[in-house]
Every structure is written in C-alpha cells, then in structure tokens.
Nanobody, 116 residues
Framework: QVQLVESGGGLVQPGGSLRLSCAAS????????MGWYRQAPGKPREWVAA???????SYADFVKGRFTISGDNAKNTVYLQMNSLKPEDTAVYYC??????????WGQGTQVNVSS
C-alpha cells in the first residue's frame, strides 16, 4: 500500500502563488506516474497535471502557462507550483500516484482558497 501526504495548501490572493507537495511512502514498487487533481464544491474531480517517472509532463488547458509540475524520483515526491492563481482555482487538490504493481493511490487532499 502507498501512503501519500500532501502539504502546501492555504489562502492566497488572486494573482498569488502556492506550491503543493506530495510525498509517497510505504510498499512502493515502482511509481510510473504522479499527478494532481482538484475538486471544487459541487463539481466533479478533474485532472490538473501529471508527470511520468521519465519526466514527461502534461497539463489541463485551464492551468497551462500558470502551473508547473515537477518530481523528485529519489524522494518519491511530486510538486505543483501554482502561479497567477484565480478564484476559480479554489478547490481541494488531491495527489494521485500510480504504482506499477499496486495501482492508483490518492492523498487526503489539501485545500486551496484563492480570494481577496
């Protein structure tokens, strides 16, 4: 089983920045993809960004140019640098990890509030 611990959420003004972190631990075999999703109140969970173990990244259109995903394979940690935040970015952000043997695991979520 893989455990995920997220951190870095909080309250920020529009135009501000936050950096989320997610550290994986436990019976990790080989992580192939790490990513971030978010869920705003009353809306379904949506994919935000992902990074493969090889370093390839991908982003949802609504965050391109503003968010950057990065990873540290040695630490089994993924980061999400969020810049130029907008009120519509307010959501609970969830880390997701896909292990080659154990499949998909989710973090507990970290709240991001963008408000003046």
């Amino acid at each position: 089983q893989v455990q995920l611990v997220e951190s870095g959420g909080g309250l920020v003004q529009p135009g501000g920045s936050l950096r989320l972190s997610c550290a994986a631990s436990g019976s990790i075999f080989r992580i192939v993809v790490m990513g971030w999703y978010r869920q705003a109140p009353g809306k379904p969970r949506e994919w935000v960004a992902a990074i493969t173990s090889g370093g390839s990244t991908s982003y949802a259109d609504f965050v391109k140019g503003r968010f950057t995903i990065s990873g540290d394979n040695a630490k089994n940690t993924v980061y999400l640098q969020m810049n130029s935040l907008k009120p519509e970015d307010t959501a609970v952000y969830y880390c997701n990890v896909v292990d080659q043997r154990l499949g998909s695991s989710w973090g507990q979520g970290t709240q991001v509030n963008v408000s003046s």
